[in-house]
Every structure is written in C-alpha cells, then in structure tokens.
C-alpha cells in the first residue's frame, strides 16, 4: 500500500487484541482530506481502529501517524486531541442537560474557556446540524435522531481538522439519514473524515475513499467507482440458485442474483457496490457478530 | 412578513423555539423601544427592559391565552418591567421625557388627533401636564394606580388625587 | 376620514421613530400601533441594528445559557465559574438526592451511635466508607453515557477528577466529622474516622483505572467493617478506628497514594480514559 506523505492518517501493520482476540490484524490505513469510508460487517474491527484514530485506544504493534503526530507520545496525543472531533458508536450526555448544555459541556472540555466565545461556539455548531432551535429542549426529550445530530454536532466544536465518526447513521430512518449524510459531506470539505458504516448506500454517497476491512485487515483500499470494478464481469442473474455463488439472494420477480465466479455463458450483469462489497468479504457479511 | 401571525409565533414560543422569539423580536422591538423612549430618555435602561421583556415573553408564552392583541401584550410585560427597572433605581435619575412641540403640530397631526380620540384629544392636550402624564400612565398604558407611581415617582395617593382632578378637568372641558 | 382608514406614512413614521413627534401625535400612534400590524411593520425600517443585535444576543445568553440543575445552580451562586461548575454538575455523586441519602444514613447511625455502644461501631463504620463509595462513583464508568466522547477530548483527566474527588470530599467528610463531634466519648477519638476515609479515597483514586470503581469501593467497605468489628469483638474498643496503629497506617496509605497519582499522573489520564 503507498502511503502518500501529506496524508492525514497513516497506519501500517496495526494489531490490537482483546485477550486472544485480534480486533486487529495488521492492518494498514491511510486517509487524506475528504470523506474516507470504512466498509465491514459487524466484528470486522472498525470500531477498534477508529478508537486508535481517535487516541482512545492504543494498538499494540504497528505504525499509526495521525496528523503527522505519534499518539504514542504524550504531548502529541493532547495535541492530536486538541484538532479533533470523535464521534463513538454509542454516545450519549448526561442526563438532565439541555441540548445547549450538553454541547457547551463538551466545549469546556475541549478547552474553550472563555464563557461568550464558548457559547457562540456551541450556537455554530448547533446550526450546522439544524438543531439551534430545540437548544433550550432538554436532550431526554429530543427524538433518536437529533440526539444522533447533537452528538455530531460536539465533534465540530473548534473546526476540527479531523473527524472520526463510529457508525454514525445507525439507528437513523432514511429521511434522518440522508439529512446526517449531507451535514457530514459539508464538513467533510477541506477537512479529513474517517466514517465506519456497514451499509453500502452510505458510502456510495458519501465517501470519496473507501477502505473495506474484515478479520481485522483490510481487503481493499481506492476510490468507489475502483472498487465497484472489482466486481466487473462477476455478478450474473440466474432463474435457480447456484450453490458455487460467493453469496446469492432472490429477486423480486423471482429470479436470483449471484456474485461470485459466473458460470459460462452466464447473464452478466452490472455491478454494484453491494457486489463488490460482498465479493470481497464474502459469507460473512451477513453474519451479526457483536462488534469490536 | 406577516406570513406568520404574532399568535403562531407565541405558539412556537411556547413550544420551546428561539427563532420564533427572533422574529417576534424583530417586527415589534422597533416600536416598543421607542414607546418606551417616551417615557424614559435613559437609552441603557430601555435597552435593559427590552431585554428583560423578551426574555419574560419567552419565559411566560404559554400564558398567553389569546384573547386580545398580542402587542397589547408584550406593552403590558414591557410597561411593567420598566416600572420595575425605576423601582431598582431611584426615578430621580431616570428623567421621563416631556416634550412640548404642541406650537409646531401639523394641521395633519390635529386631524389626527380629532380622529383617534375625538373631542378628548384636543382636551387632552390642555390638561396641565402632571396631570396629562398620570392620564397617560393610567389609562393609556394601563398601569395601575402603585405601578404608576413608580413610574412617574409619585405616591398612589398622590396618583389618585391627581386623576381625580383630571376627571373632573375633562368632564368640564366635555360638558 | 373614520380611524379605519387612516395608517402610518413614512414621513411620519421617520417622525415618531426618531422622538420628533408631538407628545399627542405620539399617543396617538402608539394607541394605534397596538392594534395595527401593518404599521408596525412600517417602523422596523428604522431599527438600529447594532443596537438591535447586542440586545437580541442578550436575550439569547440568558434563554439559551442559564443552567437548568439545581446542582450547578447552587455552585455558581457559590462563586464557581460557570465551566467548572457545569463539569462538577455531572457527577453523580453530588447530586441532591445522593447527598441526602449520604446524610440520612450518617444521622440515623449517629442516632444510634447515642444510644448503644453497638451503634458507635455501626457510625465508625460507615463514617469513612461513605465518602470513599461516593468518590468511587464521582467516576462515573458505566455511568456516565457521555465517556466516549470524554475520552478524546483535551482536557486532563487528572485535574477533571481531582476537582470532582475534591467537591465529593468536602461535601460527605464534613458533615460526617460534624456529626462525629456529636459522638459519646472524647471528640478527638471521634475525629479518628477523617484520616481513614482519606485514605480508603486515596487507595480508590490510584486502583480505579485497573478495577470497576464501584466493585473495589464495596471491597475496601467490607474489610474496613471486618477491621471495626473486629476492634469491637475482641478489645470491646468501638474506637479501633481512633488507635494509633491504625492513624499511623491510614497516613501512610493517604501519603503513598498522593505520591503515586503525582508521580504517574500521565498514565493515571491515560489510564482513567481507555477503561472500557
């Protein structure tokens, strides 16, 4: 994997293990500005990379760059966490908190210390995530996605030159997601974002990079429509199901959708995402196995 | 910009919105502020009660029951909160502004006034001017006889007394 | 001309805008105002915007930024900045309803602690054990649902918990060393339950990022019980807390911990952030 030197995120042979489980395998990473995408089933390890991307882990081997800073190193690490916005899989505040309050905590705790820039601050990053005027609303009362939209909105306090986001649309009905999908592709604008979904619409609008991870490795690094190739010439349509398929699933008409090696003389096809995607992992993307 | 009423907006108020507070601010600050001006030529402390007012009207929306005008409304919250303001404050300080440009009304202005209040204008305008000022206070702004007190700086007895000859000043002016 | 017809020009709109309207004229546009949107609408022309503006942002600081916890309420009346006082207001453990049941259970065994022996054992007991239980859920671990996003941010997670460790201290230690004042006996006997609790805080500051907070306060709770009862069982000394052996190992402990969280303050931040 060539690593270019103006990269926001270089990553090479990373492991991390959680007892005799390696969430990580050696892995090998690198992202620059705009939208990277990071596609795998549940278990895949994305989770545990992105809590390496985010300072909150550590690996165990390997060679992790961000912001041209070591993480390894302490006063590096403040400063890492000083240019970023991590959004965790599952966050959530503090109870009793307002929308305004709950942001404006996180801001103190990203070290804006004086009280009126601190506030114009969190009303900024309110807007951009079309949540100024619930402000004064309690958080509890707040539906699942604007909680989802207030949590991204703490990751843009202080424009962030890096934003790490867990899964950031799960959870989100189609209209909430696509709403998220735009807020997240405007900051993703002269701005480095690493985002992890297991759900291909996501990156096929969003992600200009995608990084397809299973087992703890990557399996593919490049642009979407490289990786959409992979699976050229590899997805046919059959009336009966053929077992030798990598992976098969019925149509609405009746007929079944097949990506694998196509038998000769079979009705190719195009590509999609999904495709690729499930030629390169295979069975197990339809396994859900509780992620690392 | 009527599109949405002061009403729907009080709604949206009370249901916790902030930009619909922003824009019942900004199509009513301009006139309240200077109403307010007339009756107190301290700039800072009319700033202040325009603040106090909007943040009670954010406070208080729900109590809002609909009937009557909505700008009646928000000048009874502001009349009180600037009556509040001179209670901190001793009214010495805070002038209230007494105009006299009657030499320089317009023919215009007197068909106006002939209008809006018929024959009381004209007798308005010759009461002698701390009794016009308690009229003013009382009916015009609603205030009660203690809050129109404070406003002017005067004790309630003296408010009473002082309408009680307006009465009568008018009722011979009419008669 | 009946007064449904007549409205506001901009002459006098400018006029009355600017204070250059006759006092009746005046009175006359404002009953009318009151009632007239579309005049209304004719003034906000002549709105000073900066003016305009810096009160609008008042109004907003003051819906938007005032707390809404009694807790944060109460420390900022106290003099506390407003982000220290809104970083405090998320500890558990100093909310009012733990407080109180911190207090309630202190007053009953003080209670009891006047009217049998037994309950001098059962006050020395719990005395230095609540305070150390309430600083161990100041961490909030599985509690606090925003640690994730916590974790990476700046802040330092040392300062962060001394502060909290320091609040939860002061408002649990002291009402219990109060009430021991009002114990049977010697005060200064009484006074003995203050370096222990230290020092039980002290062990919990430097175990808690390798243990759940919770299950290792509950630990040391219980063999400070052993240790108390066993005074009692044995010597019939309710006050084993108060003896110089025990005084002596409790500075010991307090001093050691303090060393440890100075000297490893680094991985203690680091430590406290990847808990899992």
Known sequence: MTTRSEDTIQGEGLVSTYGRLRALDGLDISAGVGVTGLLGPNGAGKTTLLRALATVASPREGRLRILDRDPAVASDRLAIRRALGYLPQDAGFPPGFTAFEAVDYLAVLKEHTATAARHDEVRRVLRLVGLHDVATKKVRALSGGMRRRLALSQTLLGQPELLVLDEPTVGLDPEQRFRFRDIVSEAGVGRTVVLSTHQTEDVAALCNRVVVIDHGRALFAGTVPELVGQADGRVWVDDGRDGRAVAAYRLGGGSYHHVGDPPAGAQLTAPSLEDAYLLLVGPSAGDAVVGV | MEDVSDRELLAQVAAGSSDALETLYRRHVVWLSVRLSRRCADRSIVDEVIQDTFVAVWRSAKGFTGKGEPAAWLWGIAIRRLVDAFRRRPPAMALVREVDLSVIESAEDRVLLGVTYGDLGGALDRLAPELRSVVQATVLDGLTTREAGHLLGLRPGTVKTRMMRARRALREELA | ?276
């Open chain 3, 1 to 276: 001309m009946t007064a449904q017809t007549w409205h506001l020009d901009h002459e006098l709109a400018e006029h009355y805008t600017s204070g250059q309207a006759g006092r009746d004229v005046s009175a006359s546009i404002e009953q009318h105002l009151i009632g007239c949107g579309q005049c209304r609408d004719l003034l906000v022309p002549y709105a000073e915007p900066q003016r305009s503006d810096r009160i609008w942002a008042g109004v907003l600081e003051r819906v938007q930024a005032p707390p809404s916890r009694p807790l944060e309420r109460l420390l900022r009346s106290c003099g506390m900045s407003d982000s220290m006082a809104r970083l405090l207001s998320v500890t558990p453990s100093l909310r009012g309803s733990w407080l109180t049941a911190v207090l309630f259970v202190l007053v009953l065994a003080e209670l009891a602690a006047n009217t049998s022996t037994g309950g001098v054992v059962l006050f020395m007991t719990l005395a230095p054990v609540l305070p150390m239980i309430s600083v161990a859920a100041a961490f909030g671990g599985d509690m606090d649902p925003s640690r994730g996003m916590v974790a990476a941010a700046p802040y330092p997670m040392s300062r962060l918990l001394l502060v909290r460790t320091a609040a939860v201290v002061a408002c649990t230690l002291l009402p219990a060393a109060a009430l021991a004042l009002l114990l049977p006996g010697p005060s200064w006997l009484a006074m003995g339950c203050l370096l222990p609790s230290l020092a039980l805080t002290g062990v919990v500051l430097v175990l808690t990022p390798r243990l759940p907070a919770l299950p290792l306060a509950g630990t040391l709770a219980g063999a400070w019980m052993v240790l108390v009862a066993s005074g009692w069982i044995r010597h019939h000394d309710p006050f084993l807390a108060a003896s110089f052996a025990v005084q002596l190992t409790s500075v010991g402990v307090l001093v050691t911990s303090l060393a440890l969280l100075v000297i490893r303050q680094a991985s203690f931040d680091e430590q406290i952030r990847r808990a899992p």
